[in-house]
């Protein structure tokens, strides 16, 4: 089977500040790999993905690069605001498994003013 | 224009009970999901449809029976409600691997 592990949080930033949020995989074949947003009280929204290997998928200032050799995809933005806090999850898809997401646990950041 | 709907929005209800809640797509997917969100944020698939065919069944309680009677709409029947089942519950529909939606999502408490 596949399965997605992802950094703990909460995270707490002050704005500004540099943002990592760790995500590494495990997969039989070659997953297509996201990172969703939710924001309180809402549903989720697509942040980025990447489909194969070396593809950086990037939007509104974050990103994330689809690394094959260390089974990672690692989300990074270089200055947060208080407007992403936010629980952010990464997440898998294979063709194997019927295309369903599998999601890491998620990582809660909040950014202080 | 709404593109992954779900209704209600909340949902509480006594256990014992059995209740339904519904989802619509309008984006031509041949894909829909159902997933189901815990008290600690996380996300697992219970059922996936193509084409109205059902190809994931996760262990879950058969308490819980989807139904898609055409390919835009996966319906979610629970029976005999208990207090664990008690959840955010997310619809979603994609085109193989592209176009995931999520539906904005149905809070149910079971009290």
């Known amino acids: 089977g596949n399965s997605v592990t992802q950094m703990e949080g909460p995270v707490t930033l002050s704005e500004e500040a540099f943002l990592t949020i760790n995500c590494t995989y495990t997969a039989t074949g070659y997953p297509s790999l996201f990172w969703y947003v939710q924001y309180p009280g809402e549903g989720l929204q697509l942040l980025l993905k990447?489909?194969?290997?070396?593809d950086k998928g990037s939007n509104k200032g974050f990103e994330a690069t689809y690394r094959k050799e260390t089974t990672s995809f690692h989300l990074e933005k270089g200055s947060v605001q208080v407007s992403d806090s936010a629980v952010y999850f990464c997440a898998l898809s294979e063709g194997d498994s019927g295309y369903a997401l599998n999601f890491g646990k998620g990582t809660s950041l909040l950014v202080t003013p | 224009d709404t593109a992954v709907s779900q209704t209600p929005k909340y949902l509480v209800t006594q256990m014992g009970n059995d209740k339904s809640i519904k989802c619509e797509q309008n984006?031509?997917?041949?894909?829909m999901y159902w997933y189901k969100q815990d008290s600690k944020k996380f996300l697992k698939i219970m059922f996936s449809?193509?084409?109205?065919?059902?190809?994931i069944n996760e262990t879950v309680p058969n308490r819980f029976s989807p139904k898609s009677p055409d390919k835009a709409h996966l319906n979610l029947h629970i029976n005999s409600l208990e207090l664990g089942d008690s959840a955010v519950y997310f619809c979603?529909?994609?085109?193989?691997?592209?176009?995931?939606?999520f539906g904005s999502g149905t809070r149910l408490t079971v009290v």
């Open positions: 984006l031509g997917h041949d894909t």
């Open positions: 979603a529909s994609s085109q193989g691997q592209r176009g995931y939606t």
């Open positions: 990447a489909t194969k290997a070396d």
């Open positions: 449809y193509n084409n109205k065919e059902l190809i």
